[in-house]
């Protein structure tokens, strides 16, 4: 499986992430947004940009609470809130953005 | 109520059992399983750590095992051979079991 | 008796009772694939607010050297993940002082900060838990 984008290939899994992380680009990110029905926006792209630091750093996609608490801590407490991330990410913060980010599906993501 | 620790290794293979014998609390127990039973036979290099262990931890071993290897006639006095009923009373009776895999 | 190894209640955790886990690690990295499939336990673990901690000992203390880089064996270096693990609130980890020095290594050679126990400190701890997970 996978898409096609000015004639680069990406390869997807059954569920729609990126198999290779290192594929990952703005277009791939615009994309999965589109399959993900989310429009993206300034705020979202730093969701974005977070959450590939984070796993450059770490080497894992976190979870939807560690996620919450790491943004707080770096983004302030006005968008370190589930309310704010999900507002942003309907389906579900980690595993939507995450996603897009062309990061795996979060560890222990139920 | 205090731990069991079970080793399944041979200790000529693998450390497991120097482990085991280094974490285990006095009055605690070790049983001897699967290849693991070789520590508790006569004239095998692990004999006297467990000889020293059983001063304060009491050693048991899985005769199944034991037989199955042709060692039921080399086990180290003072060692309790338990079967496999024997097996589930010694985890029903321990507070936490652990695995030395 | 108390839990011997694995399950968690669905009845305790309803009513919120908080257990003590510890997970043992006593495998180098690579080789096999006990230490990956450990943090992976462990991560989820972090989801039902248990009391867990880690234990680092024999070839496990390898698991946290620094300067793991796994470009040319094509594997996934996961030894940076040992330091998210703060911020899934799992604070407690052990490395056994015997092992480490069996090894040449010292607490500044691992990639997280740990707490060093001597091996009869490490069996009181191991006494206190509930569960006790080894791999």
């Avoid at chain 2, 070789?38 to 059983?54: C, D, H, L, P, Q």
């Amino acid at each position: 499986m996978g898409f096609e984008i000015n004639g680069k290939t990406y390869e997807t899994d059954e569920e729609g992430y990126l198999v290779n992380l290192a594929e990952w680009d703005e277009d791939a990110a615009k994309h999965l947004a589109i399959e993900e029905k989310v429009e993206m926006t300034p705020a979202h792209w730093e969701v974005i940009n977070f959450l590939r630091e984070y796993y450059n750093d770490y080497q894992i996609a976190p979870a939807v609470r560690v996620l919450t608490k790491a943004i707080g801590k770096k983004l302030g407490p006005e968008k370190g809130n589930s309310k704010y991330l999900y507002e942003l990410f309907p389906y579900g913060p980690a595993k939507q953005a995450c996603k897009i980010a062309g990061l795996p599906k979060p560890t222990g993501c139920i | 109520m205090q731990m069991l620790h079970i080793v399944n290794k041979s200790p000529l293979d693998r450390s497991t059992l120097d482990s085991a014998l280094r974490m285990a609390k006095p009055g605690s127990t070790i049983l001897l399983i699967e290849d693991g039973i070789y520590a508790v036979t006569k004239g095998n290099k692990a004999e006297s750590a467990i000889r020293e262990a059983m001063k304060t931890v009491s050693i048991s071993a899985l005769w199944p095992d034991l037989e199955a290897r042709g060692m039921q006639d080399a086990v180290i006095d003072g060692v309790k051979q338990v079967d496999y009923s024997g097996f589930v009373d010694l985890v029903a009776d321990s507070s936490s079991v652990m695995s030395w895999l | 008796m108390t839990e011997s190894t694995g399950g968690i209640d669905m009845e305790d955790e309803a009513s919120g009772t908080i257990k003590k886990f510890a997970f043992i690690n006593r495998k180098a990295p690579y080789g096999t694939v006990y230490a990956l499939e450990a943090l992976e336990v462990v991560l989820i673990s972090a989801a039902f607010d248990q009391d867990v901690s880690l234990v680092f000992a024999d070839d496990g203390v390898y698991q946290l050297k620094k300067g793991q880089a796994t470009k040319a064996v094509g594997m996934k270096n996961f030894s940076p993940t040992y330091r998210a693990l703060e911020g899934y609130d799992i604070e407690k980890l052990y490395v056994e002082k015997e092992s480490m020095e069996a090894r040449g290594l010292t607490a500044d050679d691992l990639v997280v900060d740990v707490e060093v126990l001597g091996a009869a400190e490490l069996a009181d701890l191991l006494e206190e838990q509930d569960v006790v997970l080894s791999f």
